[in-house]
């Protein structure tokens, strides 16, 4: 802990401005996923400290929307300049309440940080429109207008950088924030508010409520009637359930949900970038995102070539403690996903495919923490839950194919459609590609495909909305149609 700033490790809740506790005084412990123990005990929101969240963000909302672009960005650009000033400490934080290596975690705050500094920018650019009218009586003006408060529920793979996705633009397009961060990763969510604050951004504007009570309090972001938008990045089965809740109040939903991206590598790829591409989407966070690889479909040709060579390069992966020198596979986030991980191979094993390689882990690492070594499984069937269930670890299964129509079909039978990633150096395949994998995002010869310039976001049931580019400020601004009489 010493190598975090004392002023960064916050374990209160963030409302109005405020550090406090909760209303019940309650809390509860951020544990460390690589050696089980716990880090520091952290206030427990409950839902009257949510209604005290909003009403807080529902003063200051009228404030903040009123306050001249220029000056939100400017204090956007000061908010920007703090967290690139801290990287090292967040990372640090990041690393001990995630597990993730810590260059991984550093880097996460640089593409967490990366959208605040894109959206300081972009805040200038909410545009309206004159439209010519039907006749030349009337006058027809487009304007947008910030849609309000806000709600974010965020989740713990990535606790600083999907809440800066939300924050940023919320911020940039005139809107108020409450957010809920996951309970196993407050603790970045804490810190950023912590910063925000030394930037300058008022009192309200946004307001953090670490809680266990996720249930109850996703219920009070959809019924309370101050919040007029949530925003929601987790699994799929729970974006339902907030869909069915916020229906009745007709708000604005937008939902980043789960995966199950296919990587395909035909015979003509280059092999050796295919397997680059492969560890960098797989592997990183020790596969516990949303847009990692996840059913890998190759050429029947060159099957066992690329086989060879993916078993060689996991092979130099080291699993550890994320804080340590070196270690670049770090812990799942818990037992419980550990199990999960586990349950989906054996399932593949049972189905008929083979485990080609797994990773050993020494006798501390299974005591101390929550570590799942990286596996490959070869020969797994098309239809073996391992590749169809999203499987958050560092499981690699293969399945081989012989034609792009069969890849294809392959690649499309799922009820999901986040990320999808190919490695061709056919330029016309590319295109056929581009245009019939039904994915939100494409990833052509590269394993890395996420920036604050670039939309992401999903189709099928993968969720709504786009985050990060140009069009990531839409969700939080509403178009208002204005008709003016010119001869009265």
Partial sequence: MSAVRPELLKSQLFIAGEWRNASAASTFPVLNPATGKIIIEVADASVDDAGSAISAAAHAQAGWAAIPVQQRCHLLRKWFGLVTRCQRDLAHLLTLEQGKPLAEAEAEIAYGASYIDWFADEARRVYGDVIPPPDGGKRILTLKQPVGVVAAITPWNFPNAMLARKMAPALAAGCALVAKPAAETPLSALALAYLA?????????????????SQALGEVFCHHPQVQKLSFTGSTAVGKQLISQIASQVKRISLELGGNAPFIVFEDADIDAAVSGAIASKFRNAGQTCVCANRFYVQRSIYEVFLGRLIAAVEKLHIGNGLEEGVNLGPLISPKAQQKVHDLVQAALSEGATLAYSQALS????????????????????????????IFGPVVPLIAFDTEDEVLELANASDYGLASYAYTRDRTRCWRLSQQLQTGMLGLNTGVISNAMAPFGGVKQSGWGREGSKYGLDDYLSIKYICEDLDN
């Avoid at 923490?369 to 269930?389: C, K, M, T």
Wanted: glycine residues 8%; hydrophobic residues 40%; charged residues 20%.
């Fill in 363 to 390: 006798a501390g690492l299974v005591k101390q923490g929550y570590f799942y070594p990286a596996q490959i499984l070869r020969d797994v069937p098309v239809n073996s839950v391992l590749a169809s269930e999203e």
């Fill in 197 to 213: 604050q030394e930037a300058g951004i008022p009192d309200g504007v946004i307001n953090v409520l670490p809680s266990t009570r």
